[in-house]
């Protein structure tokens, strides 16, 4: 009697697990997507004196933080912490130039690229009426327009200065 009992109960048991697993099975189907990926390529240019003096480059937009506040700019913006719209720098190829303030003042400069790659250079002001350097890193070319990372100590006011800058052809 036992016997038949064990066996009764080990046939349950395994009809249980035969059942359920009949209906846990699923017939998967294999779906296989292609994706074709295309990549856009944005060739740099070398960058050069001659490219470099070709043109009066203005602000496209610039963002960073200059004495602790933050500085944003994005020509034809309405969010902007400052008019930057009259605002340009004119490279010589004689390693001067003219910094073209926003208000109309004129400020003499001379530059020198920084490396061997020209990717930094430096911008010097003089007299203005303190003497200090403005460093222009990470420069690229690209798309018509310069792309580059820009910081400073403001030898007038003593605030430091860096940002993210787009400078395009002034027309």
């Not at 035969?18 to 294999?30: A, D, H, M, P, Y």
Request: with cysteine; hydrophobic share 35%; proline share 2%.
């Amino acid at each position: 009697m036992k016997r038949l009992q064990f066996l009764l109960g080990a046939v349950a048991i395994l009809s249980v697990f035969f059942f359920s697993g009949l209906s846990s099975c699923k017939k998967e189907e294999i779906v296989q997507n292609n994706i074709n990926v295309t990549d856009t390529l944005y060739l740099e240019k070398p960058i050069t004196t001659a490219m470099l003096c070709l043109e009066n480059l203005m602000y496209e937009e610039i963002r960073g933080v200059r004495g602790g506040a933050v500085l944003y700019y994005l020509r034809g913006g309405s969010s902007n912490t400052e008019n930057l719209d009259n605002e340009y720098i004119k490279f010589n190829a004689d390693n001067t130039g003219e910094y073209h303030e926003n208000g109309g003042i004129v400020r003499n400069i001379t530059w020198a690229f920084a490396n061997t790659n020209n990717t930094k250079l430096n911008i010097f002001f003089t007299n203005t009426p303190a003497n200090f350097t403005v460093t222009w890193d990470n420069i690229r070319y690209k798309d018509n327009k310069w792309y580059f990372d820009e910081y400073y100590k403001d030898g007038n006011t003593g605030a430091y200065s860096h940002s993210q800058n787009i400078r395009l052809k002034k027309p």
